[in-house]
């Protein structure tokens, strides 16, 4: 076996049943994600459009993508014909777009509501209250090409475990709270994509059940 797969063979050892791990392929060649895929592993992250279609097109079509970064609205069209689940939306004006693509392409595509907790302003996503703002206006109910599957989160970046810890336990908190709140069926809003390389056992133990894991499955990305 090689690097990769020893990789990933050891951090899948490390989680609790139900753990989704999403191997974050970004930056990394289509050998690599290959490696991955030839043990098994289907589920892969990566946060740029062009490089996503491009592995999409050359590798099995079996995989799993999800899309982690910053989505424009105008390149949703790319990767609605395949995309497995969009990690980070955060505005409604984005979730229109996606609906509107997901429509043209027969599907009903899967999307996580990004929230921010973070102490970093760079960082992307919805506050507390205008998740609640959106999820209570119902108008996301026209849509009947997305399905919200659950929500999305990145703590600080910080060597502090107690303040990043309690960043992911408000986030599952705020998790429980909207599923119970908006979602009366219990296989409706079902995922919380927490934790990577340097956090995901942390995030596990705060209700996180995916993790997108990227350095430590391929090594350190060199931009
Ligand atoms: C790059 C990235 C990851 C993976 O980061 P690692 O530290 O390499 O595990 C996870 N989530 C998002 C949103 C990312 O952009």
């Known amino acids: 076996m090689g690097i990769v797969a020893d990789n990933l063979s050891l ?14 392929s970004k930056t990394k060649p289509e050998e690599m994600i290959l490696d991955a895929y030839e043990v098994g592993h289907r589920d892969f992250g990566e946060n740029k459009v062009q490089d996503l279609v491009q592995k999409y097109e050359h590798l099995p079509k079996d995989i799993n993508w999800h899309f982690i970064g910053h989505l424009q609205t105008n390149k949703v069209k790319y990767i609605a014909p395949f995309i497995h689940l969009l990690h980070g939306i955060d505005t409604e004006k984005l979730l229109v777009q996606v609906n509107k693509e997901g429509r043209k392409n027969n599907r009903i595509i899967n999307c996580l509501l990004q929230i921010h907790v973070a102490q970093e302003e760079t960082k992307f996503g919805l506050s507390e209250m205008e998740l609640m703002e959106l999820l209570s206006a119902g108008r996301l109910s026209e849509l009947n090409n997305i399905h919200i599957v659950g929500l999305m989160a990145m703590a600080s970046n910080t060597s502090n475990k107690s303040q990043v810890a309690s960043e992911f336990k408000q986030v599952s908190d705020l998790f429980c709270r909207v599923k119970e709140t908006f979602f009366d069926d219990d296989k409706d809003f079902t995922v919380l ?25 391929f090594g350190d990305r060199i931009y």
């Open 11 to 24: 951090i899948k050892s490390s989680l609790s049943l139900g753990v989704t791990l999403v191997a974050v």
């Open 193 to 217: 994509s927490m934790g990577m390389s340097g956090d995901y056992l942390l995030a596990i133990e705060n209700g996180s059940n995916m993790v997108r894991v990227g350095s430590s499955i």
